[in-house]
């Protein structure tokens, strides 16, 4: 036991600044290791075909080399309970790279534990700053939050990824995304955040859609939309 939760626990480490802890601990410690250590329970990686993590992770060997990658933008909920980071990976070397999103939620000691990861392979890595930009959800109204349906309004700053494609400013999530069977959901303990997986239906398994909705005070706007498919 290597104690990378410990070392996460302090109750002023941000998600961002836990991803960047669980990034390092896989070069450290070894990819797997790292994964397992950090996985909540019911945790679900694709692999590409959707699984249970903990069972997946169970007693299997770290590759010889880790990916590194780091938050370039992170989403968190008004209580500051669950965040979902996206960001660049890169293998050494340089020979492969995509992206990342994870799903953290923090627990009662003030650790971080992932509920989701998923990634997508590109052609370059993108860049990313020193300090992730970080969009918190409106503390506004937030005692209706847990009360107002989600919505296919984009917010303002929507992160959008198809298929292998870099995320594009501007672009638009397609229509639909909610129709396939249902993988994991869930949302923050004040509502202000939301998200769910769906197997794309009618899709080999493994294809899946990533939604993230943000409170904005009124309503949950569509803030991240995922898709294995390039439209």
């Not at 797997?32 to 060997?61: I, N, S």
Request: net charge positive; proline share 7%; hydrophobic share 40%.
């Amino acid at each position: 036991m290597i104690l990378i939760i410990a070392a996460a626990a302090a109750g002023s480490m941000t998600a961002w600044e836990a991803e960047r802890r669980y990034s390092a601990a896989a070069s450290l410690h070894g990819q797997w290791t790292a994964f397992r250590e950090t996985a909540a329970p019911d945790a679900l990686m694709f692999v590409p075909q959707p699984r249970k993590a903990v069972q997946w992770l169970q007693g299997r060997a770290d590759p010889p080399v880790a990916v590194v990658w780091w938050p370039a933008r992170s989403w968190l909920s008004c209580d500051g309970r669950l965040a979902v980071n996206f960001g660049p990976w890169l293998r050494k070397g340089g020979t492969l790279a995509g992206t990342f999103t994870t799903i953290w939620v923090k627990q009662e000691d003030g650790s971080w534990r992932w509920k989701l990861d998923r990634g997508s392979n590109l052609p370059r890595p993108l860049p990313a700053a020193d300090v992730p930009r970080v969009t918190t959800s409106s503390c506004a109204n937030a005692n209706a939050a847990h009360r107002t349906a989600v919505t296919a309004i984009a917010d303002r700053d929507i992160l959008v990824q198809l298929g292998d494609k870099a995320p594009a400013a501007g672009a638009t999530a397609p229509p639909g995304g909610g129709d396939g069977a249902l993988l994991q959901s869930g949302e923050s303990p004040d509502g202000t955040l939301r998200w769910d997986v769906r197997q794309i239906k009618g899709a080999p398994e493994g294809e899946h859609v990533v939604r993230v909705w943000r409170w904005d005070g009124r309503r949950h706007d569509l803030a991240v939309y995922e898709s294995t498919r390039e439209n």
